[in-house]
């Protein structure tokens, strides 16, 4: 996590929260969402561990929480994208993060808006960049057109004489 958001704001991107987080469910949620408001883009991080649960909502970690609200942001807001990532190698442990990383996988609710990779942290990386990236314009190709004295029509006469020239085709 550390790496991305350095990575990050090594080349002038913002980084949100910028601030500690609210430490129940109810005003978490409020905050994150008013985060996403600022952002185009939402990483998920997802580890073998289920996490931390917050006051007022202990069914559901904190990472979970944050998915589900930035679900709700993507599924409102054009333009806004996500990833959510996992390492292709990753165990998750206990009872509780094996089933949220099949919800995860299975679930187009708890995909909404968002990328799923399970590939190395290195492609994670790269995607990012490639999302963070304005597409570059697509070549101009100009339009030569040849020297109106030097196009004959089969009589001819140039196209670039007086018939042209005063419009009268």
């Not at 991305?4 to 704001?9: C, F, S, T």
């Not at 490639?130 to 196209?159: C, I, M, W, Y």
Request: glycine residues 6%; without cysteine; neutral net charge.
């Amino acid at each position: 996590r550390d790496n991305i958001r350095n990575e990050l704001l090594s080349r002038a991107f913002r980084v949100l929260p910028d601030k500690e987080l609210p430490d129940t469910a109810a005003e978490y949620r409020q905050a994150v969402s008013e985060n996403l408001k600022q952002a185009r883009l939402s990483i998920h991080l997802i580890g073998e561990k289920y996490g931390s649960t917050l006051e007022g909502d202990e069914d559901h970690s904190i990472v979970e929480l944050q998915n589900e609200v930035a679900g709700k942001h993507s599924e409102a807001t054009p333009g806004f994208s996500r990833v959510i990532w996992m390492a292709p190698d990753l165990a998750p442990v206990g009872t509780r993060q094996p089933a949220f990383i099949n919800l995860l996988r299975t679930s187009q609710a708890a995909q909404h808006g968002a990328e799923l990779l399970e590939r190395p942290f290195e492609e994670l990386k790269n995607r990012i960049s490639e999302k963070l990236t304005p597409p570059k314009p697509a070549a101009v190709r100009l339009l030569q057109f040849p020297r109106e004295d030097l196009v004959r029509n089969q009589t001819g006469f140039s196209l670039g004489g007086p018939i042209l020239k005063n419009r009268m085709f």
